[in-house]
């Protein structure tokens, strides 16, 4: 999925009556069925900032590791940059996961003993590229995300913030189109937080990335240019900025 392969008429994301159900053990054997995501229909265009939010155990996490490719539905078609994702091969979805979508976490998940550098260089260094050629293009993106003076630094020598801007570098290695970010502030303070959503409404904004941000916060959310709204795995509202 490249820039190109997504035409200006074409969704980069289009999704049709998805549903999501986990079956659980019970004790007398018999599967619980617990259905988190409901008849799910989703549009979205290239360029668009989308910040989805909703309760804890809405299915937010759910419905953006769908997404991502990271977790399949039950039930339903997911179609990214018009290509019927169901109809992957394992190789191609690990080529999406990589390349196309950058991922952004919470809890920033990067590797403890290895520097700043190196966690950014790691998906090039994953996809063959030399290790000075990938620390040349990891540094560029650190300078980019503000980061130049903490390319040695190893993650637990920097602050939530930094942190954050080290996994959006790594997230930006492969050139995504799409960044997939749950709850990226939720561990970070009110100043350090909207640093970070600046960063990404610049991504957004000069690189033309497409942004799914989770958040709990209105005014993170209000970043975004579009704000989903699930209850209890069912989109209860969609709208666009004008009407927030
Ligand atoms: P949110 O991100 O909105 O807090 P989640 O998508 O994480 O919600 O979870 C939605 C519901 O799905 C919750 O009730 C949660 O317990 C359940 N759930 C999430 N992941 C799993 C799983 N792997 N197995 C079973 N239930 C799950
Ligand atoms: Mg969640």
């Known amino acids: 999925m490249s820039g190109q392969d997504c035409t200006p008429d074409q969704p980069l994301i ?77 190789n191609e979805l690990a080529h999406v996961r990589n390349c196309s979508i950058g991922f952004v976490f919470q809890g920033f998940n990067l590797l403890k003993r290895i520097t700043a550098l190196d966690n950014v260089a790691i998906p090039l260094l994953y996809a063959g590229m030399s290790r000075k050629e990938s620390r040349k293009h990891a540094l560029t993106l650190l300078q980019q995300t503000g980061l130049g003076q903490f390319t040695l630094h190893y993650p637990n020598q920097l602050s939530g913030g930094q942190q954050q801007r080290v996994a ?51 005014d993170i959310a209000s970043y975004s240019n579009r704000l989903i709204r699930l209850k209890d795995g069912r989109i209860i509202q969609d709208k666009n900025k004008c009407v927030f």
């Not at 960063?199 to 799914?212: A, R």
Request: net charge negative; charged share 20%; with cysteine.
């Open 168 to 218: 959006i570098s790594r997230a930006l290695i492969n050139q995504p189109q799409l960044i997939l970010a749950d709850e990226p502030t939720g561990n970070l303070d009110t100043q350090t937080s909207h640093e970070i959503m600046t960063l990404f409404k610049q991504l957004n904004e000069d690189q033309g990335i497409s942004i799914i941000l989770v958040t709990h916060e209105d």
């Open 14 to 90: 289009r999704v049709e009556n998805l549903c999501k159900i986990y079956k659980l053990e019970s004790q007398a054997n018999q599967p619980i069925r617990h259905q988190v995501l409901f008849d799910i229909n989703l549009e979205i265009r290239s360029g668009e900032f989308i910040a989805i939010m909703g309760q804890s155990g809405s299915g937010k996490s759910t419905l953006m590791n769908i997404l991502g490719c990271l977790d399949v539905p039950t039930s339903g078609n997911y179609w990214l940059a018009g290509r019927n994702v169901a109809s992957l091969s394992n």
